[in-house]
C-alpha cells in the first residue's frame, strides 16, 4: 500500500495533492455522519423496546427537562424527528461529497492523459523507431482509467474504513463480546482474501494489459491499412483476429467479475453465520435470550449498514490489486519520461540567447551512428557540407542510410558522436530556433481529415491561422489554381490522409505546409519516389523553381531527380563522398 500511495504521489502534481488532503478530510466528515446516523438509531430502538426506562436514564433525563419533553409519545416523536434531520443532513453532505470525489476524479483523469501524452510526443524521435504503438494507445485508453479507478477504491475505502471503525467503536459500547467477535471474523476473512485474491487479480491485471495491446493492435493495423485489407480481400482476417483476442479479453473480464463479487457474497455468509453462531452458543451456555433481543436489534440496525461496507472494502481491496499493473506502468514511463526530458536537448533551448539563422553553410562532420539496441554503425566519420543557397543531392543504393543522415541533420536521429552546425553553431545550443530554418517534405505526407487550410496550417490553432500565408504557400507549390477550382476552396475536406486528392496533389500539399512558415531550408525526403514519372515531373518542376530561392537536400532514388542539383552526395558503406552523375 506505501509502495502504490508512493506512485500516486509521483503522479500527482502539488495542486492535486491538496486537493486529496481535502477530499480526505470531508471523507473522514462524511464518516463521522454516516457513524452517527447508525448509533442515531440506539436510543431510537432502545426507547421502542422501553420507553420508560430510556427516559429515566441519567444522561437522557436532563436533555430532556432542558427541552421540555415530559410524555414518552412527544419522547419518540423527537427521536424519529431528529432521526429525519440527521439522515437528511448526511445524505445531502454524502451528495455533496461525491460530486466533489468524481469532480477530482474526472478532471485529474484528463489532467493526467494529457499530461502522459505531452510527455510521448516529447519524447526523442528514436523512442518510435521500435515503439510498441497498441500498447501506447492503451496507456491512455485503459491504462489512466484503471488507475483512476484504483484511486476511486482507494478513496472509498478509507471512507467505508472510517465508517467501520466508528460504527464497531458504538457496538463496543453496547456490546464489546459480540462485536470483537464480529470483528474477528471479518477481519481474519479480510486478511485471507487479501492474501489470496491479491495475487491473483493483480496477475489478472496484467493479463488483461497485454490483451488490451492486441485488441489495439489488431484494430489499428486493420484500419489504417485498410486499402491493402480491400485489395488482399484480408477483412475476415483481421475480424477474426480482432473477435478472438476480444473472446480471450471478455474472458478475463468474466473473472475478474466473478472473483470481485466473491467477497459480497462471502462476507454475507460468514457474517450471519457468525451472528447465529453466536446466538447459539450464548443459548446454550445457559443465558437468557430475551437479554439479548435489544442487542440484536442494534446489532441488527448497524448490520443494515456495516455488512455493506465490509462488502465493499473487500471489494475495493480487490480493485486495487486488479489495477495494480496498470498503476505500475503509468508510474514507469512518467518516470521514464522525467529521465528522458532531463537528458533530451530538444525539449527546450540550452542556450535560449542563441538565435539559429543560415547565412554560410550547414556542416556534418565526424558523424557516427548506430540504431538504438544494435552495434552496426550506419556511419562512421561521415561529414557533409550544405552551402547557403545550394540545392544538395543525396543518393545512394537502399539501405544505405539516405535517410538516416537526413534525419541526423534535422536532430531528430542523436550521433553517438560528432557535430552538426549551422553557420559554426551547434543546432542543439537553440533546438526550436533550428527547426524553425526547416521545411521537410516526406515521401508519404501525413495528411488529417481536415480541411485544406488546416493540413496547410498543421499543429495550429484556427484563430492563429494566416490565410494570405496559406494562399502563398499555395501559389509557390503549385496549387492555388487547383484550390480554387474547388467549391468550398480552403475550407474543402480531403478525407483521412487526404483520399480525395491524387499523389502529386498531396506532394504538393506537402511542400504548401512546408513553405506556410517560410524556412531557409527545404528537405524533400524521396517526396518524388512513389509518384508516377509524370507526375514527378510536374512536381519536380515546382521544386526546381526553388534553386536559387532556398537551401535544398533532395534525397532521391532516381537520378533525373537530383541532376540539377549544385552538389551531389552518394552515401555508401558508413561514408558520405561528393561525387557527380557523369
Not at 455468509?269 to 452458543?281: A, D, E, K
Not at 462488502?311 to 496498470?326: G, K, L, M
Not at 532521391?556 to 552538389?567: G, M, P, Q, S, V
Request: a neutral charge.
Amino acid at each position: 500500500m506505501n509502495n502504490n500511495l508512493k506512485k500516486l504521489g509521483y503522479i500527482f502534481d502539488g495542486k492535486q495533492k491538496r486537493r486529496l488532503v481535502f477530499l480526505g478530510v470531508l471523507i473522514f466528515i462524511g464518516g463521522i455522519l454516516e457513524t452517527l446516523s447508525v448509533s442515531a438509531l440506539l436510543p431510537v430502538v432502545a426507547a421502542l423496546v422501553d420507553v420508560d426506562a430510556t427516559m429515566e436514564k441519567w444522561y437522557v433525563r436532563p436533555i430532556l427537562d432542558a427541552f421540555g419533553i415530559h410524555g414518552s409519545t412527544q419522547f419518540i416523536v423527537a427521536l424519529l424527528s431528529a432521526l429525519i434531520v440527521i439522515y437528511i443532513v448526511k445524505n445531502a453532505y454524502l451528495l455533496l461529497l461525491v460530486n466533489v470525489r468524481t469532480r477530482f476524479i474526472t478532471y485529474s483523469k484528463n489532467t493526467l492523459i494529457s499530461r502522459v501524452l505531452r510527455e510521448f510526443l516529447n519524447r526523442p524521435y528514436e523512442f518510435y523507431l521500435d515503439a510498441d504503438i497498441p500498447t501506447v494507445f492503451r496507456l491512455t485508453d485503459s491504462d489512466i482509467p484503471n488507475v483512476f479507478n484504483m484511486i476511486m477504491a482507494l478513496i472509498s475505502l478509507a471512507s467505508e474504513a472510517v465508517v467501520f471503525v466508528m460504527i464497531c467503536v458504538v457496538l463496543v459500547l453496547k456490546d464489546w463480546k459480540m462485536t470483537l467477535f464480529l470483528v474477528a471474523v471479518m477481519l481474519v476473512m479480510t486478511l485471507l482474501l487479501t492474501k489470496i485474491l491479491k495475487p491473483l487479480l493483480s496477475r489478472l491485471g496484467k493479463k488483461n494489459q497485454d490483451i488490451q495491446s492486441r485488441i489495439a493492435k489488431w484494430r489499428i493495423e486493420a484500419i489504417y491499412g485498410i486499402k491493402d485489407v480491400k485489395v488482399l480481400h484480408r477483412e475476415a482476417f483481421f475480424a477474426d483476429n480482432y473477435e478472438s483476442s476480444g473472446e480471450i479479453g471478455a474472458g478475463i473480464a468474466k473473472v475478474y467479475a466473478v472473483l470481485n463479487s466473491l467477497p459480497r457474497l462471502l462476507v454475507e455468509t460468514i457474517f450471519i453465520c457468525s451472528l447465529l453462531g453466536y446466538i447459539m452458543v450464548y443459548m446454550l451456555m445457559g443465558n437468557e435470550l430475551s437479554a439479548l433481543i435489544e442487542t440484536l436489534t442494534v446489532f441488527g440496525a448497524a448490520a443494515i449498514r456495516l455488512m455493506p461496507c465490509v462488502n465493499r472494502i473487500n471489494t475495493y481491496i480487490t480493485e486495487v490489486a486488479y489495477a495494480q499493473p496498470s498503476l505500475d506502468y503509468v508510474y514507469e514511463n512518467l518516470n521514464m519520461s522525467a529521465i528522458t526530458r532531463a537528458n533530451d536537448k530538444t525539449v527546450k533551448a540550452k542556450n535560449p540567447e542563441v538565435s539559429i539563422s543560415l547565412k554560410d553553410k550547414i556542416e556534418l562532420k565526424g558523424i557516427e551512428y548506430a540504431y538504438p539496441n544494435t552495434d552496426t554503425m550506419i556511419f562512421a566519420g561521415a561529414d557533409m557540407v550544405v552551402p547557403y543557397g545550394k540545392s544538395v543531392g543525396i543518393m545512394g543504393p537502399s539501405g544505405a542510410g539516405k535517410s538516416t543522415i537526413v534525419d541526423i541533420l534535422l536532430g531528430l536521429l542523436r550521433a553517438k558522436r560528432g557535430t552538426i552546425t549551422c553557420d559554426g553553431v551547434d543546432i542543439f545550443e537553440n533546438y526550436p530556433s533550428w527547426l524553425a530554418q526547416i521545411g521537410y517534405i516526406p515521401q508519404s505526407i501525413y495528411l488529417v481529415d481536415e480541411p485544406v487550410r488546416n493540413n496547410i496550417a498543421f499543429g495550429i490553432s484556427d484563430d492563429e491561422i494566416d490565410d494570405g500565408r496559406i494562399w502563398q504557400a499555395l501559389e509557390e507549390a503549385q496549387l492555388k489554381d487547383f484550390i480554387e477550382t474547388l467549391p468550398e476552396g480552403l475550407d474543402t475536406a480531403i478525407g483521412d490522409r487526404g483520399v480525395r486528392l491524387s499523389g502529386g496533389q498531396r506532394q504538393r500539399l506537402g511542400i504548401a505546409r512546408a513553405l506556410y512558415h517560410n524556412p531557409e531550408i527545404l528537405v524533400f525526403d524521396e517526396a518524388t519516389s512513389a509518384l508516377d514519372n509524370e507526375t514527378e515531373a510536374a512536381l519536380m518542376e515546382a521544386i526546381n523553381s526553388f534553386h536559387g530561392k532556398k537551401t535544398m537536400i533532395i534525397i532521391a532514388h532516381r537520378l533525373n531527380t537530383i541532376e540539377k542539383c549544385d552538389i551531389i552526395y552518394k552515401v555508401d558503406k558508413g561514408k558520405i563522398v561528393h561525387t557527380t552523375l557523369a
